[in-house]
């Protein structure tokens, strides 16, 4: 059994975040993740937006982390290679009774000290949003964009790079606290450490009971998006969104522009009892689109070419409304237990900013010491955004860069291998998506699913039977129709 310096139960975007930020010292750390691979709960089912800090209330965590985590995206693209682009953000109000929301905020974002704010009229906006007609709206400059699997890819990657152990498809089953730490108990062996880390986005209750009574509550909010495809990305520039709803604790259904080129619409916002409850439903995607096209009428209702859903991790019931702040604490009652409970949006934006706190926490119980030997390992570009003469090289060095094995997206057969050879050791078929985008394309996998689990046979030795799509249980197949007839 081995014992572990700091223990990480989740490696969402914010556990992945916080194994980064320890892997620059001189630590044994470990995290715990019941995925196929990282960022395949909450953290991947989202827009991918970087929040300025107009939304947050001033004073709170939730603000201190966003406008903190904001400043931060610039140096950690550059640095880690991650896809980030400051695309803006329009906060439209359609008449004047909504324009009094759009004074609040711009209040709120000042005494956030977010930078840039402007109110524009609604023929400055025509100008730059030719499909957006509306009464004034507010500008906000440090708005952008990411691609969330990706960022927590890299983060994850990174760590392992510098020796944190990614233990993937292992659950926390129990907890039991010693005088020097706690015993953890998985569904692939028992782990002991001196710091336990919670994690875990909406199991983060599961897990804090397994140690002590909760004082909390979580309450699984879903939120549905629909994606369109990329020959309609010219119907914005910016990220467009309504003034806030007055209820639920949400920013209502906004229209996304991606780094990939597709447009996002949602999210929706449904509070649900099972926090595995992922379905999209016919419903909530007629609701989706009717919003957008009051914001954008000229969006066609066969421009959509996937829908995918997530659910929020909100610390207030429907009937309290309104929104929680992040609670990031070390446990009055157990000592050496830091729980990070109600991490939701902004959480993506955030995410840096609450690893450096959460390792400030850890330093009380360590003197923390850099490593000489850190290393980092940048994200390279597609294949097909290099140059020619690019292509060309790597084409005769690796004939397999050479062979396209995703159409829709022109990924070749070298970057699916590539994808598959992760450091973290993740094999499924989300995992290629979520690599390379393999399979992420116009036809939803049409084509490239057949040449992936090829690759997945052919390269690596994986049985067609053993091959998953995106969660431990999620099988391709059961088996072979003739051994099957028998």
Not at 92 to 104: F, G, H, V, Y
Not at 356 to 363: G, N
């Amino acid at each position: 059994m081995k014992n572990f310096h700091v223990a990480i139960i989740g490696g969402g975007v914010i556990g992945s975040a916080i194994a980064w930020e320890l892997s620059k010292y001189k630590l044994d750390v470990v995290v715990f993740e019941k995925g196929l691979d990282v960022c395949s709960g909450t953290s991947k089912a989202n827009s991918g937006v970087i929040h300025s800090g107009i939304n947050s209330t001033p004073g709170t965590l939730k603000a201190r982390f966003c406008v903190e985590g904001n400043k931060m995206f610039t140096d950690l693209a550059e640095k880690l290679g991650f896809s980030l682009k400051w695309t803006g953000k329009y906060v439209i109000a359609k008449n004047p009774l909504e324009s009094q929301e759009i004074d609040r905020l711009i209040k709120v974002g000042k005494k956030n000290n977010v930078l840039g704010l402007e109110i524009h009229t609604g023929a400055v906006v025509k100008k730059r949003e030719s499909n957006l007609s509306c009464f004034e709206a507010l500008w906000v400059p440090t708005a952008g964009v990411i691609l969330p699997y990706e960022f927590t890819i890299v983060l994850a990657e990174n760590a392992v790079k510098n020796n944190v152990n990614f233990l993937l498809e292992t659950k926390v089953t129990n907890i039991k606290k010693y005088e020097k730490g706690f015993k953890i108990e998985t569904n692939k062996g028992v782990f002991s450490s001196n710091i336990l880390i919670n994690s875990g986005g909406l199991s983060c209750r599961e897990i804090v009971s397994m140690v002590e009574k909760p004082d909390f509550k979580v309450y699984p909010c879903r939120g549905e998006y629909l994606v369109l495809d990329k020959n309609y990305s010219n119907l914005i520039n910016s990220m467009i969104y309504p003034v806030p709803p007055a209820k639920l604790g949400v920013l209502g259904v906004h229209i996304t522009p991606t780094i990939e080129g597709n447009i996002l619409i949602g999210p929706s916002a449904e509070f649900i009892d099972d926090p595995d409850d992922k379905k999209t439903t016919l419903h909530m995607m007629k609701t989706l689109l009717k919003e957008a096209k009051e914001i954008i009428p000229s969006i066609p209702e066969n421009a959509i070419i996937s829908a995918y859903s997530g659910i929020r991790c909100k610390l207030l019931s429907p009937q309290q409304s309104g929104i929680a702040d992040y609670r990031i604490e070390e446990s009055k009652r157990t000592p050496g237990l830091i729980n990070l409970l109600g991490i939701e949006s902004p959480g993506l934006t955030s995410a840096p900013a609450i690893a450096k706190e959460v390792t400030k926490l850890i330093s009380k119980f360590y003197n923390l010491e850099f490593k000489k030997d850190f290393k980092i390992i940048k994200k390279q570009p597609r294949f097909s955004n290099l140059k020619e003469n690019q292509q060309f090289n790597l084409i005769k060095k690796d004939e397999k860069y050479g062979r396209i094995i995703c159409r829709c997206e022109q990924i070749t057969e070298a970057e699916v291998i590539k994808a598959l050879s992760n450091l973290l050791h993740a094999r499924s078929i989300s995992s290629v998506q979520y690599r390379c985008r393999a399979g992420m394309g116009r036809c939803q996998g049409g084509f490239c699913t057949q040449h992936l689990l090829r690759i997945m046979q052919e390269k690596f030795g994986m049985k067609i039977d053993e091959i998953k799509m995106k969660s431990p249980d999620s099988y391709l197949f059961t088996g072979y129709n003739r051994e099957l007839k028998k």
